[in-house]
């Protein structure tokens, strides 16, 4: 079986030496760049399995980075983690809602991000239908395709994974912490807000009117519920 390839952006050489040895030692491939520019031409020429992002790069912002990512339908579902020095909720909040599926603050242990990693690329249970439908949203398994009236929605992984459990059991009263264990990951350690970033995002995409959802609803002290939506 193929190793899953990660692609490692980072203009510290050190740091990229060291993320290559931890995720090589766990049984990753690893591809590394050290700018930018470097990266989307190895994101498009080699479409690794997940990206490790650092925010501040010599010739761009590690967000323009994400934001170009997540506009090119080729490139929309891998995996973004983001490693970077700003601590701040805010940039964190910013990282997620263009598109990021995870953010480590440094300094970090090695062992967590390969763990985070883990948790991105965890394959859906072997024992689910190859099509999931909900009113007019349906979700091709194979194929990790979206579409609402038959117009295709661009997903990220975390995105996909998120409505892929809400899908599964649509009308279940879903918990914040079902949610975050099932969609993001048992071992996922994100900030509080996290979650709510990606069911925005979600909305954003999914939603007639992502003010007045239809779909996704929110149960107020509860978590979350998919619903049938918008009526035929």
């Avoid at 090589?24 to 590394?32: I, N, S, T």
């Avoid at 194979?142 to 975390?158: S, W």
């Amino acid at each position: 079986m193929a190793k899953q390839r990660i692609l490692v952006v980072d203009d510290d050489r050190e740091v990229v030496r060291l993320m290559r040895a931890y995720l090589e030692q766990a049984g990753y491939e690893v591809l590394v760049a050290y700018n930018g520019e470097t990266a989307v031409h190895t994101l498009r020429r080699e479409k690794p399995d997940l990206l490790l992002l650092d925010l501040m790069l010599p010739d761009t912002d590690g967000y323009d980075l994400t934001r170009l990512i997540r506009a090119d339908a080729s490139l929309a579902t891998i995996p973004i983690i983001m490693l970077t020095a700003r601590v701040d909720d805010l940039d964190k909040i910013v990282g997620l809602e263009m598109g990021a599926d995870d953010y480590v603050t440094k300094p970090y242990n090695p062992r967590e991000v390969v763990a985070r990693v883990r948790a991105r690329l965890r394959q859906p249970g072997v024992f689910q239908p190859a099509i999931l439908q909900v009113g007019a949203l349906q979700m091709d398994l194979g194929r990790r395709e979206v579409r609402v009236h038959d117009r295709v929605i661009n997903l990220t992984a975390t995105e996909f994974n998120l409505l892929r459990v809400l899908m599964e059991q649509a009308g279940y009263v879903f918990t914040r912490s079902e949610l975050i264990s099932k969609g993001l990951g048992a071992d996922y350690e994100g900030i509080d807000r996290t979650l709510d970033s990606h069911i925005r995002n979600l909305r954003q995409k999914i939603e007639p009117n992502p003010r007045e959802p239809t779909y996704i609803q929110t149960v107020y002290g509860v978590g979350y519920r998919l619903d049938e939506g918008e009526e035929a």
